[in-house]
């Protein structure tokens, strides 16, 4: 299968990475008498040598900045922080935050190579670590700790990340093309199997792979043996067994009718040192990270869903990085800006093009854009609705008539949204957020789409990353959703990095 792929080589004897198959233990003999049951997954070479990677890559990024300290140091260069560095204080900055990354979980192999909580853990390291060493300046009164504090522990930050995103683009690249993958046994009725099958398929970069079903009757819809082509192997009373005889490094169970958290604790235990992960959907909406919280009661762990937090210090600091990040932006852009608008007006017609656009709690505002299309363009637009492409409400069109050359060329790479920076810088806008609505799709939306306008609507999003026009109505509110209700400044971060792939690409850009 395409898990046992070896970092940078091919596939791996099966001896590398299962043992031979063997007789199954029964699920009744106690723990301390079967130790590893024969059969069982050991971590596949690729993973192991991927999570090696990572902690090189860390090591050497701290590396490198108690290198670059000891250096400015000898040649007394950082007199704007307080003098110069000594070796053994490099060092010991170093150490604390390699125990940093260690303490926050940085290194798990679980987290490593998706999603925005990599990231999140290592910026908690980096702040745990400044604070640690500049308290400690403080009680032992070593005023040559303010260069490392404000200096090189973010350096050393800085190329962890660089170098952390580098792997893992690698892994993703690997994992588009089906290597580096885990296997998945879904587990619960056909619909839920189905909606789990498509997600992994969209969302590759996971590295999860549906290569099995389980359903309530031990077959796909109609009797057929198979769920979206993925075969059926075996009804609910047969995933342990399954797990035990097949490949499954993580058995997914959705909605499975009839079990009760006792039956989970049952196939916890069954499968048990065979090296799969369990994992359950809470049917909790889209909902995860910092708003899930476990408040046990007499023992019994429950999940307790608090209420989204859009301001405080988080939020102020959304605001800071929106006005500094589009004042930066407009400076550097300044003479592609410049460029366009002279193109646009050689067109014929006005430069911008101004809408009124719905944002946070419903207050409209004035969105700016480039012209792409001809002036006359909504006068137009009665007469093309019938071909309209768009999703829901949305009013879309692949070959718009209206749209002149030089618009399809700024709207395949989204050139014709650079203005909207001074909507960012106005406080209307931000950089990540939702797609900002027209007041008419607005009017329709349900009482979850209404949940968009919580946040500011943004210049970049999950919609921009995942498709754009290509995506299905309820599949961008969907992720309009996900980022309002699981909102981080990681997550503002990954889709920031994102974007700039998406655009590049071009795709679902009309």
Known sequence: MASDVELGGGPEPDADTRSAPGPVAPVCSPAWAVGRPAGSLTRPRWETRYARLVVGGDLLAVAIAVLVGHLLGLGNYLPL?????????????????????????????????????????????????????????????????????????????????????????????????????????????????????????????????????????????????????VPVLGDLDSVAEIVRRGRHRVVAVGDAPGWSGRRLHQLAWDIEGLGADLVVDPGLMEIAGPRLHVA??????????????????PRVVKNVIDWVGASLLLVVVAPVLVCIAVAVKLDGGPVLFRQTRVGRHGNAFRMLKFRSMIVDAEACKADLMAANDGAGPLFKLKDDPR????GAFLRKYSLDELPQLVNVLTG?????????????????????????????????????????????????????????ENWTLAMDAHILWKTLGALIRGNGAY
């Open 403 to 406: 749209v002149t050359k030089i």
């Open 296 to 313: 046990p009661v007499d023992g019994l762990p429950l999940l307790r869903l608090t209420e989204p937090i859009f301001n405080g210090v």
């Open 428 to 484: 209307s806008m931000s950089l990540v957020g939702p797609r900002p609505p027209l007041p008419q799709e607005v009017a329709t939306y349900s009482r979850a789409a209404e949940r968009k306008l919580l946040v500011k609507p943004g210049l970049t999003g999950l919609w921009q990353i995942s498709g754009r026009s290509d995506l299905s109505w309820q599949e961008s509110v969907r992720l309009d959703l996900r980022y309002v």
């Open 81 to 229: 922080f307080g003098g110069s560095t000594s070796p053994s204080l490099g060092i010991g900055s170093g150490l604390i935050t390699v125990t940093g990354l260690f303490v926050t979980r940085a290194w798990d192999p679980r987290i490593l190579g998706q999603g925005s909580d990599e990231f999140s853990r290592v910026l908690h390291a980096l702040v745990a670590s400044a604070v640690v060493v500049g308290l400690g300046g403080l009680a032992l009164q070593i005023s040559a700790v303010r260069p490392w504090v404000f200096g090189l522990i973010p350096l050393a930050g800085i190329l962890l990340v660089i170098g952390r995103f580098v792997l893992r683009g690698w892994l993703h690249r690997r994992r588009a093309d089906g290597r580096f993958t885990h296997a998945v046994l879904a587990v619960g009725t056909i619909d839920s199997v189905a909606d789990l099958i498509r997600r992994t398929r969209r969302d590759s970069h996971n590295g999860w792979v549906v290569n099995g079903v389980c359903t309530p009757t031990g077959a796909g819809a109609d009797g057929t043996p198979s769920v979206l082509d």
